[in-house]
């Protein structure tokens, strides 16, 4: 739950985050068959735990090296906008 990609799951996707685990447990310890297998990975795929999941949503991981916006002096300070996190990504 510590990784950036989990700042977009709710509550509600618990449930299914718990089926991944399920599954995950099972593939490393190899007792999972290949329909497990392939359901781990569409379920993974759907919430962005993969490359492919996270390509397809169109989320980047946040830049460590990101410079925060500066205030040109003179202005008065404002409300920071609930969109300015967003980046534009190249398709």
């Known amino acids: 739950m510590g990784s950036w ?9 618990l449930p299914n985050l ?4 399920r599954l995950w447990a099972r593939s490393a310890a190899g ?4 329909a497990e297998r392939s359901e781990m ?4 795929d759907s ?6 999941g996270q390509q397809d949503r169109r989320w980047q991981a ?8 500066a205030q040109p002096e003179g202005e008065p300070a404002t409300r ?6 967003l980046r534009t990504v190249a398709s």
């Open 5 to 13: 990609f989990a700042a977009h799951w709710a509550p509600e996707d």
């Open 18 to 21: 718990l089926i991944i685990i």
């Open 31 to 34: 007792t999972a068959s290949g």
């Open 41 to 44: 990975r569409q379920l993974m």
């Open 47 to 52: 919430y962005g735990i993969t490359l492919k």
């Open 62 to 69: 946040p830049r460590a090296d990101a410079a925060p916006v």
């Open 80 to 85: 920071p906008s609930r969109y300015e996190h």
